[in-house]
């Protein structure tokens, strides 16, 4: 079945360093979305990525889907403690019936102020 | 707020006994999806429903079993509980309208300690 592997488990960064998680996809995907979990809370939708090679920003989060629609990853520039938190990406697969989304491992960023 | 509710928030309980979780989904929205997070582990998909039928079905024991209602609430269903069974399980909602666009709506989660 599908697989979808992200890295790193853990990233523990300084605030206003950057940090990248990456997604990688063992079929192509017909859509990546990104969530991040707070401590204590529940997964929340960050962004959906649908296009070949597409790109999105959404304030410091850089989000890019690889041409072949197997890899993404998100960016976050200057890291802020708010930025503490799991970082989920899941796939949709395009042999997936019943539009269910595989969720890789998740990277656990912690950021020291 | 996501707009979708979970009860109960905790709950303890003992090996072979049985439970139910409940979800109401965001109002509109005809997809359920039930997730089971272990501590410090991903999301494991556990089922789907579309509008009172079961969609997807994805690492769910037999010993798990879910339904959506009429009224569009789900419940999971937990029986002969082992100690590795505790984790944090969470419903999703979502619209389920166009082909490629479902982002999903998490709950708060229900905890659940078998001891």
């Known amino acids: 079945g599908q697989q979808v592997m992200q890295i790193p488990q853990y990233q523990h960064v300084q605030e206003g360093e950057d940090f990248t998680t990456y997604c990688n996809s063992s079929t192509t995907l017909s859509n990546i979305q990104w969530y991040k979990q707070r401590p204590g809370g529940h997964p929340v939708f960050l962004i959906q990525l649908v296009k070949s090679g597409e790109v999105k920003k959404q304030k410091r989060l850089t989000f890019q889907f690889g041409e072949a629609k197997k890899n993404s990853s998100l960016h976050i520039t200057a890291t802020q403690t708010t930025d503490v938190g799991t970082y989920f990406c899941?796939?949709?697969?395009?042999?997936?019936?019943?539009?269910?989304?595989?969720f890789g491992e998740g990277t656990q960023l912690t950021v020291n102020p | 707020d996501s707009g979708v509710t979970q009860t109960p928030k905790h709950l303890i309980t003992a090996t072979g006994q049985r439970v139910t979780l409940r979800c109401s989904p965001r109002?509109?929205?005809?997809?359920v999806y039930w997730y089971q997070q272990s501590l410090d582990q991903g999301l494991q998909f556990l089922i789907q429903y579309y509008n009172g039928e079961e969609r997807a079905k994805g690492n769910i024991l037999e010993r798990f079993s879910a339904q959506q209602f009429p009224d569009l609430h789900s419940e999971l269903n937990l029986s002969s509980l082992e100690l590795g069974d505790s984790a944090l399980y969470f419903c999703?909602?979502?619209?389920?309208?166009?082909?490629?666009?479902?982002?999903?709506?998490f709950g708060p989660g229900t905890r659940l300690t078998v001891t």
């Open positions: 109002s509109g929205d005809l997809s």
């Open positions: 899941a796939g949709l697969g395009r042999e997936t019936s019943g539009s269910r989304l595989t």
């Open positions: 999703a909602s979502s619209v389920e309208g166009l082909a490629d666009y479902y982002e999903q709506y």
